[in-house]
């Protein structure tokens, strides 16, 4: 085509596509330029603006690194993460939720009963409950892998103090599917916003505050994978995640207890002398 117009342009791009090139990737590449092409056609897309936007990808390439993505977070405050979990969540199952950056491999494990507390300040947390399969069957040994925040509000990974396995653990559900740990209550945090995604963020007049939740990666054989998270209802951030994580199944609520109705069968059973925390959440897999 040696007429190219601003109106032509979409089906040009469409037309210059290869014969042999694979249909998934057909129909994604050419909605993709539709929607952008739209995109700069409908907010009429400056110069200045369009130079912006590249300098903008420039600088998140220049800072991404293996422990820190700036273009997941991009795709995290923009909605887009939560947009592919919802697009491909299994009604019956609980709903998946961002990964997030801090995930460590390797965790340590973590016994059912265990704690991830140690010595860290804070309010004692117990956390219980089952790994179900949509039918409401338990799964026998589903592996459960646990992380959250310290009490200041910082991955192990963020943390220089910390020790890389704080606030990590890995636990195997029992024959019933049962699996119970206790844990600091978990604080809410920032994303960090010391990069480009902090200046959109600032731009938006948006904060970057996430509600404090503990995040879980749980899988068996023959289940599809969940990755999620589950936030407190009391938490002054469940309605403006910056990320939008939050789903309705994942809000939980922690009950208050005094610390002669703590629990046997936990590590920290027989220790516990101030208030504590208790929550239960039921953890749902869908077949694969
Ligand atoms: C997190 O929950 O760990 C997280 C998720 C998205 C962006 C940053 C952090
Ligand atoms: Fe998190």
Same mark, same amino acid.
């Given at each position: 085509?040696?007429?190219?117009?601003?109106?032509?342009?979409?089906?040009?791009? !469409?037309?210059?596509?290869?014969?042999? $090139?694979?249909?998934?990737?057909?129909?994604?590449?050419?909605?993709?330029?539709?929607?952008?092409?739209?995109?700069?056609?409908?907010?009429?897309?400056?110069?200045?603006?369009?130079?912006?936007?590249?300098? #903008?990808?420039?600088?998140?390439?220049?800072?991404?690194?293996?422990?820190?993505?700036?273009?997941?977070?991009? &795709?995290?405050?923009? @909605?887009?993460?939560?947009?592919?979990?919802?697009?491909?969540?299994?009604?019956?199952?609980?709903?998946?939720?961002?990964?997030?950056?801090?995930?460590? &491999? +390797?965790?340590?494990?973590?016994?059912?009963?265990? =704690?991830?507390? @140690?010595?860290?300040?804070?309010?004692?947390?117990?956390?219980?409950?089952?790994?179900?399969?949509? *039918?409401?069957?338990?799964?026998? @040994? *589903?592996?459960?892998?646990?992380?959250?925040? !310290?009490? +200041?509000?910082?991955?192990? &990974?963020?943390?220089? =103090?910390? =020790?890389?396995?704080?606030?990590?653990?890995?636990?195997?559900?029992?024959?019933?599917?049962?699996?119970?740990? $206790?844990?600091?209550?978990?604080?809410?945090?920032?994303?960090?916003?010391?990069?480009?995604? /902090?200046?959109?963020?600032?731009?938006? /007049?948006?904060?970057?505050?996430?509600?404090?939740?503990?995040?879980?990666?749980?899988?068996?054989?023959?289940?599809?994978?969940?990755?999620?998270?589950?936030?407190?209802?009391?938490?002054?951030?469940?309605?403006?995640?910056?990320?939008?994580?939050?789903?309705?199944?994942?809000?939980?609520?922690?009950?208050?207890?005094?610390?002669?109705?703590?629990?046997?069968?936990? *590590?920290?059973?027989?220790?516990?002398?101030?208030?504590?925390?208790?929550?239960? #959440? =039921?953890?749902?897999?869908?077949?694969?």
């Amino acid at each position: 085509m040696r007429h190219v117009t601003r109106d032509n342009l979409t089906e040009v791009f !469409a037309e210059y596509l290869g014969e042999q $090139t694979d249909p998934r990737v057909r129909e994604i590449l050419t909605v993709l330029a539709q929607h952008l092409h739209d995109f700069a056609r409908e907010v009429n897309l400056t110069h200045e603006e369009w130079r912006k936007g590249l300098e #903008f990808v420039e600088w998140a390439g220049r800072i991404t690194t293996p422990e820190r993505n700036e273009f997941v977070l991009l &795709s995290d405050v923009l @909605g887009l993460s939560s947009l592919v979990d919802m697009l491909h969540s299994r009604p019956d199952a609980t709903s998946s939720s961002v990964l997030g950056p801090f995930h460590v &491999s +390797n965790p340590p494990p973590l016994a059912i009963g265990g =704690d991830m507390k @140690g010595d860290f300040e804070g309010i004692i947390l117990l956390v219980e409950g089952h790994v179900r399969d949509t *039918a409401g069957n338990p799964i026998a @040994g *589903a592996t459960l892998d646990i992380w959250q925040t !310290a009490p +200041n509000g910082m991955y192990s &990974s963020q943390d220089p =103090d910390q =020790d890389i396995h704080s606030f990590h653990g890995l636990m195997k559900a029992d024959h019933n599917g049962r699996y119970a740990f $206790t844990t600091v209550r978990p604080v809410s945090y920032t994303v960090p916003d010391d990069g480009p995604v /902090g200046e959109i963020l600032r731009a938006a /007049g948006r904060h970057p505050w996430r509600p404090s939740h503990l995040h879980f990666i749980v899988q068996a054989p023959g289940h599809r994978s969940l990755v999620t998270e589950v936030f407190p209802d009391d938490d002054p951030y469940l309605d403006e995640d910056t990320v939008f994580g939050v789903r309705a199944d994942l809000v939980i609520h922690y009950t208050d207890h005094q610390p002669q109705d703590f629990p046997h069968g936990f *590590a920290l059973s027989g220790k516990v002398t101030e208030r504590f925390l208790r929550a239960e #959440f =039921d953890l749902v897999l869908a077949k694969v």
